[in-house]
């Protein structure tokens, strides 16, 4: 009787998160996602994707060109300490997205190679690239300014951002010396919900 | 047993706190007799209690109260930058630029180890983006960095107040000159811990240059004229943003026997004003607005972007005029106020003979 | 014991039902979503004029070199307040009511008296504003145009009404300054004014102007010089030119374009459009 019990009760629990689950996929995006950005990407395996299909994940959110010497080099590396500083428990939760400003010279096996070399190829990391009208608008959304100043050259802000599994933007940290600590804090607060 | 070992330590504990306060404050009483002052700790390590409140802010010649022995707080400070109209001199009208309406801004007003939100909001039918530039803040451009506001917007950052003085704010927009030469400036006050000490009556003086040249599509307006500013030959030259601000019916006032305390800040942009009071020595003068405590000063200078804190006692009544002692400044182009003193006349100070 | 572990699953599942009920609750209808982002094209045909493009020393840039910019058309005039409810008409999406926040703060459209219905008072051919950029750019596909580049507006701005480069001049920005001086100058009707020695109107006397790469005006982060690029601080520091250092009308525009973020909805600022052209000068008559 008691094991009965037991099992109904998680029998029911199990069926009616399901339910809940599936209709959390159908909900309507919030009005402010970047989920609602249309633009098509390829990732660093020459795969199409959406926004959307990064939804469900708190993103860590950054945008770098690969070829630059000066400013990008520390923004990946912040990226990367953020990433060893989420536990693997929590990291599957989470996205680290690097987007490029040079989808001309980062193609998708550039990026790739990018992700190798840079031990940056776990299924958290997610390159992105698209064409310079996706790249410009999703640089808006994220209030990031650059300018191409010569053929393999880019001026550009330097933002992280985290964004929820809805899309909403929660934070973002602008500079050189971005807090690497409130970012991953900010990453757990988002996690626990 | 236990019970009473317990009040005991607290009341120890009481007491070596009072007794340290005590210390502090004559630590800074006697410092302040050799011509500066100091703190107990470093101000970057002191810690900021309770909720942030809206910090009083006020209009030249007024300055919020005096933070007095309390410890350091949070604040929330609110300005509107605003392009309006206002009479400059002589009836005529002056496009401004502003912190709060005003020129000079809203007189802002805390103590060291103070954590102040500054949120600037940008009127929603400003024609041009203006920020704040706080040289009391420690930090890239003062705040201007981060707190440039598009018509409309409204941005905010938070800043530890880490140094002791009296600092002028202005806009550092593009083109900074014209920004200032219209008047975006003001004064922010840190305090000492414990406080400046208590005096009778306290005013807030703001002089500016003006540049101006009658505006093409209404006869009726100044405006800023750049050629001018260049050469740095400005039409006025004047205190608190308006000719005749503090005379009439507008001058300042103390009684004799008090003692008076002007913050003085000079905005700008180019002049360096020669700052004097007709017939009054300052006792004291905070030198450019900083630690060191000059006495007996008749003239102090304070630099476009700087502020001195003069301070005198008022022995004997009259009317005593407030100039740049660059004086053609005071007597053609606007630069004069006046302080009006009341009370008995003091024959031993001052007497005149028949 | 039993009762016990009766009682905690009649807990647990009174909580989940609890919980469960309330996340269903929260659950939106679905919607049906025919490609909302699709924009209809809105037929407005305003005037374009040819502009032979060229060299040009950008006013303000990292690398103070010669900017080559193409052959282009421009709108002769900014989109008006009349033009954009056509928009807005065709495409719904693009209503006060149904902007996606993402593209537009709370302030989209502002003062507009419902989804189509211009503010009171407004002129329908006064430029629209309280408009994003993304708003911008859809208006600009829509009637098959795109929004001019920063150099191609800049380029368009040397020219005074006698002259393709007036920056030499002294009273060039003067001029400029004077009408940038003006308040609520954009609640007047377009075209009212003067064209400038391309025969475009209205360039400096009523709004700013969206951009399309407004985004590339940097004041701080570069990634050559690190941190806070002085340039826009110090006036000496952007400048390129001694004659640009007076050139505070340019500055007023640069430090517009550092202020604004792409969903900003602003009262001043509205929006021409462009388009890439391969006719040359010798047909710009039949325009």
């Known amino acids: 009787m008691k094991t009965l019990h037991y099992f109904l009760a998680v029998a029911f629990l199990m069926i009616s998160c399901q339910q809940n689950n599936n209709s959390k996929v159908k909900k309507d995006l919030p009005s402010n996602s970047i989920f609602q950005l249309s633009s098509e990407w390829q990732n660093q395996d020459g795969k199409t994707v959406h926004l959307k299909d990064l939804q469900g994940k708190t993103l860590v959110v950054v945008m770098i060109y690969t070829t630059c010497k000066t400013a990008c080099p520390v923004l990946v590396s912040k990226m990367q300490l953020i990433e060893s500083k989420i536990s693997r428990q929590d990291i599957k939760d989470v996205s680290m997205v690097l987007v490029s400003i040079d989808p001309e010279t980062d193609t998708p096996e550039f990026l790739k190679d990018f992700a190798i070399k840079n031990n940056m190829d776990a299924p958290q990391w997610v390159f992105l690239r698209s064409n310079e009208a996706a790249t410009q608008e999703f640089a808006n959304v994220l209030s990031m300014k650059y300018k191409k100043i010569s053929p393999m050259d880019f001026s550009h802000s330097n933002i992280i951002s985290i964004f929820n599994p809805q899309g909403q933007l929660i934070m973002q940290d602008e500079g050189l010396e971005i807090d690497v600590d409130k970012i991953v804090n900010t990453v757990h607060g988002v996690l626990k919900g | ?354 | 014991m039993k009762r016990t572990w009766i009682s905690i699953v009649v807990i647990i599942l009174v909580i989940s039902l609890i919980a469960c009920n309330k996340t269903q609750d929260d659950i939106m209808p679905v919607q049906e979503q025919n490609s909302p982002e699709s924009i209809h094209s809105t037929q407005i045909n305003t005037k374009m004029v040819y502009i032979p493009g060229g060299e040009y020393r950008p006013f303000y840039s990292a690398d103070s070199n010669d900017v080559f910019v193409a052959p282009f058309l421009m709108d002769e005039r900014p989109v008006t307040n009349q033009e954009f409810l056509e928009f807005v008409k065709a495409n719904p999406q693009w209503r006060r009511s149904n902007v996606k926040r993402i593209y537009a703060d709370s302030s989209y459209l502002k003062y507009w008296q419902g989804d189509l219905k211009l503010p009171q008072e407004a002129l329908p051919d006064a430029p629209v504003t309280y408009i994003p950029w993304f708003a911008a750019k859809a208006f600009a596909e829509s009637v098959g145009k795109r929004l001019p580049t920063l150099d191609e507006w800049e380029f368009l701005a040397m020219a005074d009404q006698d002259t393709s480069n007036a920056r030499t001049k002294k009273q060039y920005s003067d001029d400029i300054i004077n009408l940038y001086l003006e308040k609520d100058r954009q609640y007047k009707a377009v075209k009212q004014s003067g064209p400038n020695y391309w025969g475009v109107y209205n360039m400096f006397d009523l709004i700013w102007e969206w951009t399309d790469d407004f985004n590339s005006v940097l004041i701080k982060s570069d990634s050559r010089v690190g941190e806070d690029d002085k340039g826009l601080f110090c006036a000496a520091g952007g400048a390129t030119t001694a004659a640009d250092i007076l050139n505070y009308a340019a500055y007023m525009r640069f430090a517009l374009r550092a202020s604004i973020k792409a969903n900003y909805n602003i009262a001043n600022l509205g929006f021409r459009c462009a388009k890439d052209t391969i006719i040359s000068p010798s047909q710009n008559q039949e325009l």
């Open chain 2, 1 to 354: 047993m236990k019970k009473h070992l317990i009040i005991l330590a607290g009341a120890a504990m009481l007491f070596g706190m009072t007794s340290c306060k005590q210390v502090s404050k004559s630590g800074a009483k006697s410092s302040s007799n050799n011509g500066t002052y100091s703190q107990s700790m470093p101000s970057v390590d002191m810690v900021a209690e309770g909720e942030p409140q809206e910090a009083e802010v006020t209009a030249a010649p007024n300055v919020p109260a005096p933070v007095g022995d309390r410890g350091p707080k949070k604040w929330i400070v609110n300005l509107e930058t605003t392009e309006t109209q206002a009479e400059i001199a002589d009836g005529k009208m002056y496009t401004f630029w502003t912190f709060n309406h005003t020129v000079p801004g809203s007189f802002i007003r805390v103590r060291v180890g103070d954590e102040v939100t500054l949120n600037l909001k940008n009127a929603e039918n400003s024609v041009l983006p203006h920020n704040i530039d706080l040289h009391a803040v420690t930090g890239p451009g003062g705040g201007a960095a981060v707190t440039t506001s598009a018509p409309g917007q409204t941005t905010s950052f938070t800043f530890k107040a880490l140094n002791p003085g009296l600092y002028v704010y202005h806009c550092a927009a593009p083109p900074v000159p014209m920004h200032i030469g219209n008047g975006m400036y003001g004064l922010i006050l840190v305090e000492p811990e414990g406080g400046l000490p208590k005096v009778d009556r306290e005013y807030y003086v703001m002089q500016g240059d003006f540049y101006t040249k009658v505006s093409a599509t209404n006869p009726n307006l100044l405006e800023f004229d750049n050629d001018k500013a260049v050469a740095e030959q400005p039409d006025y030259v004047l205190f608190n943003g308006k000719k005749g601000s503090l005379l009439g019916n507008n001058m300042i006032e103390a009684n004799v026997g008090e003692t008076v305390r002007i913050f003085v800040g000079n905005g700008g942009p180019n002049l360096t004003s020669s700052f004097h009071v007709i017939g009054e020595i300052f006792d004291n003068v905070y030198l450019e607005g900083g630690s060191t405590i000059s006495h007996n000063i008749q003239t102090t200078m304070i630099p476009a972007g700087g502020a001195a804190i003069v301070e005198f006692k008022c022995e004997v009544p009259g009317e005593f005029v407030l100039v740049d002692h660059s004086l053609s400044r005071a007597f053609n182009k606007g630069a004069i106020g006046k302080l009006v003193v009341r009370g008995d006349k003091n024959h031993t100070v001052f007497q005149e003979n028949k």
